[in-house]
């Protein structure tokens, strides 16, 4: 949530600055643990984006530490005297809202979504039914179930399809199912147990072609889309975070009409989960101009090829500027 010593401004190209007091920097945040890596498959990635930032803060004056809560116990930060929390975690833990509980808890300020919210995004199922309920497009799906019948998911949802756990990041435990029903085990229910070694619950959706694009959230407004072409379309772990062939346009090429349209639903879908802070939401843009959401991240990737300090640059906000923000943001609750 925005504090009042934060500016908004958008002018020409959406150019953003965010300002604080004129307090120092230690002052004001105090001892800071940025918190990173942590027990999820997405460790490795929080550990990338997690030293981005602590660099980015320390560079900008403010006594910051790294902590890592798969290695430490989280109730230590009061102990150490930490006086604020930014969240580079991604993943179960640290992003469905359990440390985001314990923060709570402990009165520490922290950085991203509530509890609540937390835990309903990272939750791909019941972000769904929350969309859907408030009017948010999003694709077709159904949840699947071990020996279902999957020529009736075929017949409903067509082909290609996408299987994927429920409670998962970074495309981990994904599919997609381009072949058709054969008589012995089928390419879906393959695809249904890769994604059950994930999670209880998997999700088999719709596949949409069109143009991948990608909006991000910062101090309750949309920044500038960004437009994802990755190789074969296949934008997988592997493309996301460690191609070079993954090519990404921001601005995003669309018309000035339908910029706006995507951005001001992006940001009505965020706030319906509950989110504030920040965070990034994924859509499809079809051809005939429509488009869906596919979901929500409460605590985006930080790297060197990660989107909202993509999105942020464009809107004239440099990376350490980003971080300062997000960090001024910080709330209890």
């Known amino acids: 949530m925005p ?14 600055t965010l300002e604080g007091s004129a307090t120092s920097v230690e002052q004001e945040f105090g001892k800071v643990a940025v ?23 320390r560079g900008r004056g403010v006594d910051a530490h790294a902590f890592d809560p798969a290695e430490r116990s989280v109730f230590e930060l009061k102990v150490a005297g930490f006086d604020r929390a930014f969240i580079a975690l991604h993943g179960r833990f640290g992003e469905d809202g359990t440390v985001q509980g314990a923060l709570e808890a402990l009165r520490i300020p922290y950085t ?52 994927k756990p429920v409670r998962e990041g970074s495309t981990i435990g994904i599919t997609k199912v381009t072949a058709a029903l054969r008589d012995a085990v089928t390419p879906l229910e393959i695809a249904y147990h890769e994604a059950a070694l994930h999670d209880d619950l998997v999700l088999i959706e719709e596949f949409i072609a069109g143009t991948e694009l990608t909006a991000s959230i910062l101090a309750d407004a949309a920044l500038p889309l960004i437009r994802i072409e990755a ?13 070079d062939e993954t090519r990404y346009f921001c ?54 090829h990660s989107l909202v300090p993509m999105a942020a640059r464009e809107a004239g906000l440099a990376f350490a500027d980003l971080c300062i923000g997000i960090l001024r943001s910080a709330h209890v609750g």
């Open 3 to 16: 504090t009042s010593g934060m500016k908004r401004q958008f002018t020409g190209k959406s150019s953003l």
């Open 35 to 57: 918190l990173m890596g942590g027990p999820s498959s997405e460790r490795e990635i929080s550990f990338l984006s997690g030293n981005a930032v602590l660099a980015a803060l």
């Open 112 to 163: 991203g979504s509530g509890v609540m919210a937390s835990a309903l995004a990272m939750d791909k199922w019941r972000t769904k039914l929350v969309w859907l309920a408030s009017g948010i497009p999003t694709p077709r799906y159904r949840v699947a179930t071990a020996g279902m019948d999957w020529k009736s998911v075929v017949a409903e949802l067509g082909l290609p399809i996408i299987v």
């Open 231 to 243: 190789p074969q379309g296949n934008y997988d772990y592997h493309n996301k975070y460690f191609s």
């Open 251 to 304: 601005p995003a090429g669309l018309s000035d009409a339908k910029e706006q349209e995507i951005r001001a639903a992006a940001l009505a879908a965020f706030r319906i989960i509950g989110c504030a802070g920040w965070g990034r939401l994924d859509l499809i843009l079809r051809d005939d101009g429509t488009f869906a959401f596919l979901e929500v991240n409460t605590s985006p990737g930080m790297t060197g």
